[in-house]
T-cell receptor, first 110, second 111 residues
């Protein structure tokens, strides 16, 4: 039960910003939004997470709408190495279950 | 920090053989997770431990699968006997507070 909806695939030109959307219309007040990515043949890699405020780290920015029913992961300057499957997950922070769903396959084009 | 360590990275075995996958979590992490990933089913949680105690094994497919965590720095996932449908990539992950960190995975092929 992934509880999130993401487009199956997206393309982005190298050097441009990649904006990956996620719908989580049934999110509860105590559930965080997490983003992971999985580069081919590697383990999933943590990117960022947030509750209601926008978040930024060295990898990406996370924009969460005011009603928290959707969010966008922004990779500000996509590189070829950002080609991966990106998973949006909602999770109670004290819980231990991560449901990964099918994610968005992002291809960065030279 | 070496991250989560898994071994072997690749395993090829014949149907009916016993397979043991190994995981060393990140030091100080108190939760450990075993996942399986296939093209058909995606990433599935098999079992997880808190403080070395199994908490939820509802994802373990059947009795052929078993997992142990004898101490805070080591866990095993055993399949006995193995079947071709067990072919998948098996990931181990450990958690500090609220973020899971994954190992590189073990690619298992059962012929």
């Amino acid at each position: 039960d992934a509880k999130t909806t993401q487009p199956p695939s997206m393309d982005c030109a190298e050097g441009r910003a990649a904006n990956l959307p996620c719908n989580h219309s049934t999110i509860s007040g105590n559930e965080y939004v997490y983003w992971y990515r999985q580069i081919h043949s590697q383990g999933p890699q943590y990117i960022i997470h947030g509750l209601k405020n926008n978040e930024t780290n060295e990898m990406a920015s996370l924009i969460i709408t005011e009603d928290r029913k959707s969010s966008t992961l922004i990779l500000p300057h996509a590189t070829l190495r950002d080609t991966a499957v990106y998973y949006c997950i909602v999770r109670v922070v004290t819980g231990n279950q991560f449901y990964f769903g099918t994610g968005t396959s992002l291809t960065v084009i030279p | 920090d070496a991250g989560v360590i898994q071994s072997p990275r690749h395993e090829v075995t014949e149907m009916g053989q016993e397979v043991t996958l190994r995981c060393k979590p990140i030091s100080g992490h108190n939760s450990l997770f075993w996942y399986r990933q296939t093209m058909m089913r995606g990433l599935e949680l098999l079992i997880y431990f808190n403080n070395n105690v199994p908490i939820d094994d509802s994802g373990m497919p059947e009795d052929r699968f078993s997992a142990k965590m004898p101490n805070a720095s080591f866990s095993t996932l055993k399949i006995q006997p193995s079947e071709p449908r067990d072919s998948a990539v098996y990931f181990c992950a450990s958690t500090q507070v609220d973020t899971q960190y994954f190992g590189p995975g073990t690619r298992l092929t059962v012929l």
